[in-house]
C-alpha cells in the first residue's frame, strides 16, 4: 500500500467521483432534466450561458425538440434554467473525470509509478469512461427525435456502464491495497461471483424502471393492484408475452420486485454458506456489510414503491445499489485474492 499509495488515492478518487456522477445523473433524472441540453460541445459546453441572450438562445434550441413540443411547452426561460442545472452539472462531472483520470494516469506512467498489470488495468479504465460518455451521448439522442424521453435500453446501458466502472476501479485499487496473494475457496469465490451477476441484473432492471417511469403504478407491497400477486397487466402490455418483462411497465416492475427477493435470497445463503468455514476479519466485515446493506436497500424499494418514487428516496434507492454492489465488489475480492 505505501508504495502505490497515491496510486490507490487517483483510483478511489475516481471511484468517488463516479458515485457523485451517478447521484447526480439519478436527481437528473427523476427531475426531468436529461433532454435540456440538445446539442453536444465537449469543451464549450463545460461553460452554461452568462447572459441573458445565451439563455434565450440555449431556451430557443430547446423548443425545437419533442420533450418542450409535446411535455414542457408551459415552461418560461425559469423553468427552463433549473432543469438545465442539472444535466449542466451532471456533462461537468463526467469531463472532470476524464481529466481527473487521464492526467494522474500520464504522470503515473511517465514517472514509472504503475507496474505492467496496473497500466493494462487502467488501459481498461480509459476505455470504459470514454465509452461511458458515449452512451450518455447515445441515449439523450433517442429523447430528441420523436418520444420526448429516452430509450430505457440506452438508460440501462449507460447507468449499468457506470456501475461496472465504479466495481473495476475499485477492484484495481483493492489489488494494490492487498498485493499478497492468499488460498482461496473457490466454492465460495464463485456464490459471490453468481451473487454479483444476480446484483447486476437487477440494477440493470432498476435502469428499465426509471427509463419507463414504471414505479409510478402499481404502488402497494407485497402484492400489486388490486391485491394481484401477478397483475394482469404484466402480461397484457405487450406482444408477444415475453416483451412484457422487458418493454412492458408492469412487466418490468413485476421482474424487478420479485428480482429483489432473489438478490436477498442469495445474499443471506452466501452469508450462510461462510458461516462453515473460517474467515478474515475483513473477509467477516465485508459479509456482515452485505447483509447489512441488502436489507437496507430492501426496505428502500419497499418504501420507493409504496410512495411513488419521491425525489429523495428514489435518490437514496440509487446511491443503496451503489453501496450494495461496493460491499459486493468488496467481498468477492477479499474471497478471491
Known amino acids: 500500500m505505501k508504495k502505490n499509495k497515491y496510486v490507490v488515492y487517483w483510483l478511489l478518487t475516481g471511484c468517488f467521483l463516479i458515485f457523485i456522477m451517478v447521484l447526480v445523473g439519478g436527481i437528473t433524472r427523476l427531475t426531468h432534466s436529461g433532454l435540456s441540453i440538445s446539442d453536444y460541445k465537449l469543451i464549450q459546453g463545460t461553460i452554461p450561458p452568462m447572459n441573458e441572450q445565451e439563455w434565450q438562445e440555449a431556451f430557443e434550441l430547446y423548443q ?39 492526467i494522474p494516469f500520464l504522470f503515473f506512467l511517465f514517472t514509472k509509478k504503475l507496474d505492467r498489470p496496473t497500466i493494462k488495468k487502467a488501459i481498461i479504465l480509459l476505455f470504459m469512461g470514454g465509452f461511458q460518455g458515449f452512451l450518455g451521448w447515445y441515449m439523450v439522442k433517442s429523447g430528441l427525435v420523436d418520444r420526448p424521453d429516452v430509450s430505457h435500453f440506452r438508460l440501462a446501458a449507460h447507468l449499468t456502464t457506470a456501475f461496472i466502472t465504479f466495481a473495476y476501479s475499485l477492484w484495481v485499487a483493492l489489488d494494490l491495497i492487498y498485493p499478497e496473494r492468499k488460498e482461496i475457496n473457490t466454492k465460495i469465490r464463485n456464490l459471490i461471483r453468481f451473487g454479483l451477476v444476480v446484483l447486476l441484473l437487477q440494477i440493470i432492471w432498476g435502469a428499465f424502471v426509471a427509463g419507463l417511469d414504471a414505479g409510478f403504478i402499481h404502488n402497494h407491497w407485497p402484492l400489486m393492484s388490486d391485491g394481484k400477486l401477478i397483475h394482469e397487466t404484466v402480461y397484457i402490455e405487450q406482444q408477444p408475452v415475453i416483451k412484457n418483462f422487458y418493454e412492458g411497465k408492469s412487466g418490468v416492475q413485476f421482474v424487478h420486485r420479485y428480482l429483489a427477493y432473489i438478490v436477498v435470497a442469495f445474499i443471506a445463503l452466501i452469508w450462510y454458506r461462510t458461516r462453515k468455514i473460517e474467515t478474515t476479519a475483513l473477509q467477516e466485515k465485508g459479509l456482515k456489510t452485505l ?7 430492501f426496505l428502500l424499494g419497499v418504501l420507493t414503491l409504496i410512495y411513488a418514487v419521491p425525489l429523495w428516496l428514489g435518490i437514496a434507492h440509487q446511491i443503496g445499489a451503489f453501496f450494495l454492489l461496493a460491499a459486493m465488489t468488496f467481498t468477492l475480492h477479499r474471497f478471491s485474492k
Not at 418560461?76 to 487521464?102: M, P, Q, S, T
Not at 447483509?291 to 436497500?297: D, H, K, N, Y
Open 64 to 102: 425545437q425538440y419533442p420533450e418542450y413540443q409535446k411535455l414542457n411547452n408551459h415552461f418560461g426561460i425559469e423553468e427552463f434554467k433549473d432543469i438545465y442545472f442539472w444535466e449542466w452539472l451532471h456533462r461537468v462531472i463526467g469531463r472532470f473525470i476524464g481529466v481527473v483520470f487521464i
Open 291 to 297: 447483509l447489512a446493506l441488502v436489507f437496507v436497500q
